[in-house]
């Protein structure tokens, strides 16, 4: 599986853009990059993934760039609620999730 | 609320015990998988099943074992505790073998 890089912590504030970068330089073509978040110690929970376009759900959007060697997590208007670490993860969609350090994002009022 | 459910939500027991922790998948899911997440380590990959049968493996050390029964539900056995087994483990199920992860909301495990 690729690996990714995630910077390890960022603040946002209420109510703003929050934008979390993840690099993946060495991603196959065949593998997806994937975005989950936990919330302290609950079970990780799903946000989004795609594979070459950009995505969008309720939750966020995802902005992979041409050469696919790195991705934006876009949440439009964070709230307290979405203080989480945020995993980006890449692998192929029949295989294991690798899990690494993730973004510890917090949100401020 | 994923739909996936685990239990017990806690378990406190003594090294050298044996526990099981058991997981209900969504319905509909046919895939299950088992993970750890300890302090110094992240989340680690266990193992996954799809129906019934064992697909994947990985880093489950030989003193745990795990099984998908026909009502798809899947238990994990931790034998031989140590105070390094001391845990959340998680379980995740998919519809699919190829599909999206669901997870539950684990279970924590304390050996003293």
């Known amino acids: 599986d690729a690996k990714t890089t995630q910077p390890p912590s960022m603040d946002c504030a209420e109510g703003r853009a929050a934008n979390l970068p993840c690099n993946h330089s060495?991603?196959?073509?065949?593998?997806?990059v994937y975005w989950y978040r936990q919330i302290h110690s609950q079970g990780p929970q799903y946000i989004i993934h795609g594979l070459k376009n950009n995505e969008t759900n309720e939750m966020a959007s995802l902005i992979i760039t041409e050469d696919r060697k790195s991705s934006t997590l876009i949440l439009p208007h964070a709230t307290l609620r979405d203080t989480a670490v945020y995993y980006c993860?890449?692998?192929?969609?029949?295989?294991?999730?690798?899990f690494g350090a993730g973004t510890t994002v917090t949100v401020r009022a | 609320d994923s739909g996936v459910t685990q239990t017990p939500k806690h378990l406190i027991t003594a090294t050298g015990q044996r526990v099981t922790l058991r997981c209900s998948p969504r319905?509909?899911?046919?895939?299950v998988y088992w993970y750890q997440q300890s302090l110094d380590q992240g989340l680690q990959f266990l193992i996954q099943?799809?129906?019934?049968?064992?697909?994947a493996k990985g880093n489950i050390l030989e003193r745990f074992s795990a099984q998908q029964f026909p009502d798809l539900h899947s238990e994990l056995n931790l034998s031989s505790l140590e105070l390094g087994d001391s845990a959340l483990y998680f379980c995740?199920?998919?519809?699919?073998?190829?599909?999206?992860?669901?997870f539950g909301p684990g279970t924590r495990l304390t050996v003293l």
């Open positions: 993860i890449v692998g192929r969609s029949d295989y294991k999730l690798s």
């Open positions: 319905s509909g899911d046919l895939s």
């Open positions: 060495t991603i196959s073509g065949n593998e997806y």
């Open positions: 995740a199920s998919s519809v699919g073998p190829d599909t999206l992860q669901f």
């Open positions: 099943y799809y129906n019934g049968e064992e697909r």
